[in-house]
């Protein structure tokens, strides 16, 4: 929920309607809170990004817990996680002239405020931040920013325990619930509304993929590209694309025909027709398997090479980034945000900065849905499809049809070539 509050840029009062709603059913079963923080310690300990992303999320529940808990929560916390910050007595407050240095040195402090004084080492945020003031090797904090003493305390603490976690050999108990445990770090918890058939909104075909290129999160392109380029991909290109596409809108049929024709007849009906139609249903077990999420892709196998799955923002480097935004026209300039939060490793918001970078008037296009861009690479697909329709209308020009289904369109547009 904070993640997804993040990438779409909430505001405060947009935050607090939201979290308004879901804190108290958490609240109110305490027990249940506590159990799936430890069994997300076991699921989260694994890899140092999914380590860094829990502590992300677990660091913003506690601030707001505490922001918007009963006054006195932030010291009661205090008091456990951080026994040696004591109250600094008013008298030795006015008997010198300690506060009026504590108020030449804190931004924004009240003169009634209380004073905490800890080990500055405990407070280097703020100390960093020229937030509070030092004397003594102790930092003197008013009440106002305790959270942040409690939050950088409690994120130490779980950091460590994670990576402590992450190093236990994995027992025969814990070997049973390893299927289980990977897979929450990839389940998509919002609505999957991507399940569904998105045809009518993209009338996507055997002939008009290509030409929805410019529709396509990063991830996404660099499949079609690399399958223009190679007219093959590998086991999870296939399995990824071939589900996103499934989601944007392509029947079985056309699927069947597209991946045909740009396998160049490499045995594609023998080897791989079986893979489409059990992604459709038709085959196995004849579940309908959703795309994939963000959290699936980006958490998923890494790419080997020759391999053009993933998340590029994640698995690539920034060159790889930039030589694929370019070619798909994003220019320097438009690049600068998407490679800052790549390299904040904010994979997400690099993906909705490229949103933003192609779709600058998005605001103004504000019916059309973009709750869960950066969350799901249909969402992305479906947002960009929309806002080109409401500004274009039904775009025919990308309805190549043929009654042979083998339109004459160039599947390899020269500038979206892909290095090998
Ligand atoms: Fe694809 Fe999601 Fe990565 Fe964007 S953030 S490139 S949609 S996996």
Redesign the pocket.
């Known amino acids: 929920m904070f993640e997804q509050l993040k990438l779409r840029n909430a505001d405060q009062k947009q935050c607090k309607e939201h979290l308004d709603r879901l804190l108290p059913r958490i609240n109110k079963d305490f027990k249940k809170d506590w159990i799936s923080h430890f069994v997300l310690r076991l699921a989260y300990c694994r890899t140092e990004d999914l380590r860094r992303w829990f502590l992300t999320q677990e660091v913003a529940l506690l601030k707001w817990r505490l922001g918007h808990a009963a006054a006195g929560s932030t010291t009661n916390a205090l008091s456990t996680v951080l026994p040696e910050a004591t109250l600094v007595p008013q008298r030795d407050l006015e008997g010198s002239n300690l506060m009026a240095d504590i108020l030449a040195s804190t931004p924004g402090i009240k003169m009634e405020s209380k004073i905490y004084q800890v080990p500055f080492i405990h407070a280097l945020d703020l100390v960093e931040h020229r937030q509070v003031f030092v004397r003594g090797g102790k930092a003197f904090v008013p009440e106002s920013r305790l959270v942040n003493l409690v939050t950088a305390r409690f994120r130490a603490s779980l950091s460590r325990q994670l990576v402590l976690l992450s190093a236990v050999p994995t027992t025969p108990g814990l070997q049973r619930t390893q299927g289980f445990l990977k897979n929450v770090t990839t389940v998509h918890t919002v609505n999957d509304q991507f399940q569904a058939d998105s045809s009518n909104v993209t009338n996507l075909n055997s002939n008009n993929v290509p030409a929805h290129l410019k529709h396509m ?4 392109a660099q499949l079609q590209m690399a399958l223009q380029k190679e007219k093959h991909l590998k086991h999870w290109g296939r399995l990824q694309y071939g589900l996103f596409l499934k989601g944007a809108g392509l029947s079985l049929e056309d699927a069947l025909i597209y991946f045909e024709r740009m396998f160049a007849g490499k045995g594609f009906s023998k080897e791989y027709a079986y893979n489409w139609r059990h992604m459709y249903g038709k085959e196995g077990k004849r579940a309908n398997y959703p795309p994939y999420s ?1 959290a699936k ?2 958490n998923g196998n890494a790419p080997n090479a020759n391999e053009h799955h993933g ?4 698995h690539g480097t920034v060159q790889d980034v930039t030589n694929l935004l370019s070619r798909l026209g994003v220019t320097a300039q438009q690049q600068k945000g998407i490679i800052a939060q790549q390299q904040s490793h904010n ?2 918001l690099a ?1 909705v900065e490229h949103f933003k970078a192609t779709h600058p008037n998005i605001e103004r296009d504000s019916q059309v849905q973009t709750d869960n861009l ?1 969350n799901h ?1 249909n969402a ?1 697909f479906h947002a960009s499809v929309s806002i080109d329709k409401l500004n274009h209308g039904d775009d025919d020009k990308l309805n190549v049809n043929s009654p042979t289904g083998k339109g004459t369109l160039d599947d390899s547009p020269p500038s979206m070539e892909v290095s090998p």
């Open positions: 999160p990063l991830c996404m963000c892709v980006i998340c590029p923002y994640k994979y997400q993906c950066g690479p992305w």
